[in-house]
């Protein structure tokens, strides 16, 4: 039996939208992936400890208020000195197109600007696990 990819989709900072984000979450969901949503205002640290109690495959960052490349940096940071740099990380939300390439350097697998629809980070998820399982 396969072991279902596990997703953490989570909030950082002081953004309050968060339809987005569950949108996803519900895609994700819908595809047969497990999801972890960790809910509004969460720290870099609550997102890593949540990642690592979960033992998730994925954290989706959902970050909709321009500090985006500050709090993605500060979870990859994290991540490595929690010794996790096997949990690949996603980022979506309101991203200029000139920071895209930007968040990959800092660490993140995959960018998912504002104009993605649902299918595409379900689509991008199933490849990623299947080739680099």
């Given at each position: 039996m396969e072991k279902k990819i596990r997703v953490l989709i989570a909030k950082p900072g002081l953004d309050g939208h968060d339809r987005g984000?569950?949108?996803v979450a519900r895609a994700f969901k819908d595809a047969g992936l497990e999801v972890i949503y960790t809910g509004?205002?969460?720290?870099?640290?609550?997102?890593?400890?949540?990642?690592?109690?979960?033992?998730?495959?994925?954290?989706?960052?959902?970050?909709?208020?321009?500090?985006?490349?500050?709090?993605?940096?500060?979870?990859?940071?994290k991540l490595q000195a929690a010794g996790c740099?096997?949990?690949?990380?996603?980022?979506?939300?309101v991203i200029p197109v000139e920071d895209i390439e930007k968040l990959k350097e800092i660490g993140a697998v995959e960018v998912f600007p504002q104009w993605t629809t649902p299918s595409q980070p379900v689509e991008f998820v199933t490849k990623f696990f299947?080739?680099?399982?």
């Open positions: 984000a569950k949108v509004l205002h969460q720290t870099p640290d609550q997102i890593v400890n949540a990642a690592v109690q979960e033992d998730v495959n994925l954290i989706g960052l959902s970050i909709l208020s321009g500090a985006h490349l500050g709090l993605t940096e500060k979870v990859f940071k740099e096997d949990k690949a990380l996603v980022i979506g939300g299947n080739l680099y399982k």
